[in-house]
C-alpha cells in the first residue's frame, strides 16, 4: 500500500516497501474454526483443534515471517455467551485482553451462519479496532451462490476493513487474508527471530497436545471437566521427560480416563507422544495419571495454579 507522508512526500516514498510488523486477534464463537486457521497461516500445528466446541483455553501466538512483513497471530478462546464457571470467565478474560493489545482483529465465522452470539462477539471488540471479517469454512457451503447475499447480511453489523471467505482446513484463500491483512501492520521491525513459531513454552504446548487428545477420544461432556498439569519437564539431549498429570473433576470420570485396562488412557497418551515428537523434532517419553481434584473448574486458585489467567 502506498504511503504518503503529510509534510514530505519523498518519506511516503521512502515508507513504501518498508518493513510491517504486528499482532493480529484471531476471535470468534466456539468452534468456528480459529485455531485451525492461526495453523494454517503459520503453516504448523501449534493450537489444539477438536470437534468439540470451547477447545481453547487459553491465548496462542503463532509467528508468520515474510519478506515484508512479520504476522505475530493470536488465537483465543471462543467467546462463551452461556456458561459462566470461574473457567469460561477466565477465556472470556483473555479475549478481551488479547482484543486490547493488538493492532488488527480477524472476526471469524461460519459461512451461511450469523447467530446471536456471533453479534455477542463482535460488541466486544472495541469500535477502534480495524476487523477483517473472516467467513471460515466455506467448503460447507452447498450452494454457492449463497455466499453473496450473506456477506451482505453480516457487513451491515459493522464496518469491516476487508471480508474475506475462505476455507482455513481445505487452505483455500488463506493466502487472500494475509494479503489483505499486511497493509493494515504498522510500520515497524520485527518483534521475534524469523524462524520463531510462537511464544510458547515446550512445557505449555506439550500440555495442550495432551488436552487435545483427551478432547478427541473422550466422550462428549467429559472434556469440559479435564484440565493438564505438567508436573515435569526434563530435557535431556534429545529426549524429552515429560510426566503429566491429567486433572479430572469427579471421582467417576478417572475411571472413565483410565479405560479398561488402561487402555484408553495408554492411546490417548501414545497420540500425543507421536505428535509432540514430530513437534519437539526429538525424542519423547511420556508418562500420564489421572488426579482428581473436584470443582477445579470452579476454583479460581486452582485455575491459577493450573495456569490459567
Ligand atoms: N469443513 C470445515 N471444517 C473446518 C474448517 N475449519 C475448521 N473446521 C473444523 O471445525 C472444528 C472446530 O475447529 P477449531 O479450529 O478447533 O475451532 P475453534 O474456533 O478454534 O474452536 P474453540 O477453540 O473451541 O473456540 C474442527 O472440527 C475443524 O476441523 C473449514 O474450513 N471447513
Ligand atoms: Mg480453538
Do not use: C
Not at 29 to 46: C, E, F, H, M
Not at 153 to 167: G, H, K, M, W, Y
Not at 299 to 308: F, V
Amino acid at each position: 500500500m502506498n504511503e504518503q507522508h503529510p509534510d514530505n512526500p519523498a518519506l511516503g516514498q521512502a515508507a513504501e516497501g518498508a518493513f510491517r510488523a504486528g499482532f493480529v486477534a484471531i476471535v470468534g464463537r466456539p468452534n468456528v474454526g480459529k485455531s485451525t486457521l492461526l495453523n494454517r497461516l503459520i503453516g504448523q500445528k501449534i493450537s489444539i483443534v477438536s470437534s468439540k466446541a470451547q477447545t481453547t483455553r487459553h491465548r496462542v501466538t503463532g509467528i508468520l515471517t515474510e519478506a515484508g512483513a512479520q504476522f505475530v497471530f493470536v488465537d483465543t478462546p471462543g467467546f462463551q455467551t452461556h456458561h459462566r464457571n470461574a473457567l469460561n470467565r477466565s477465556m472470556n478474560r483473555t479475549v478481551s485482553q488479547v482484543l486490547a493489545d493488538v493492532d488488527l482483529v480477524f472476526f471469524v465465522i461460519e459461512a451461511g451462519r450469523f447467530t446471536d452470539d456471533d453479534r455477542k462477539v463482535l460488541s466486544v471488540i472495541p469500535e477502534s479496532s480495524s476487523v477483517i471479517l473472516v467467513i471460515n469454512k466455506v467448503d460447507q457451503l452447498k450452494d454457492k451462490t449463497r455466499l453473496l447475499p450473506f456477506i451482505d447480511q453480516v457487513r451491515q453489523a459493522r464496518d469491516f476493513t476487508e471480508i474475506v471467505p475462505l476455507s482455513a482446513e481445505k487452505g483455500r484463500h488463506v493466502d487472500e487474508l494475509v494479503k489483505a491483512a499486511t497493509p493494515l501492520l504498522p510500520l515497524g521491525t520485527p518483534l521475534y527471530e524469523e524462524d520463531e513459531v510462537t511464544d510458547r513454552s515446550e512445557r505449555f504446548l506439550a500440555s495442550e497436545f495432551l488436552r487435545e487428545k483427551l478432547f478427541r477420544l473422550l466422550g462428549d461432556e467429559l472434556p469440559y471437566g479435564i484440565a493438564v498439569e505438567i508436573e515435569k519437564f526434563e530435557v535431556e539431549g534429545n529426549l524429552r521427560r515429560i510426566h503429566a498429570a491429567v486433572i479430572v473433576d469427579k471421582p467417576g470420570h478417572k475411571s472413565m480416563v483410565i479405560g479398561r485396562g488402561g487402555e484408553k488412557l495408554k492411546r490417548i497418551s501414545s497420540e500425543a507422544r507421536v505428535e509432540l515428537e514430530k513437534l519437539f523434532d526429538g525424542k519423547v517419553f511420556l508418562e500420564v495419571w489421572v488426579k482428581v481434584k473436584s470443582g477445579w473448574a470452579d476454583d479460581e486458585r486452582a485455575l491459577k495454579s493450573l495456569g490459567y489467567e
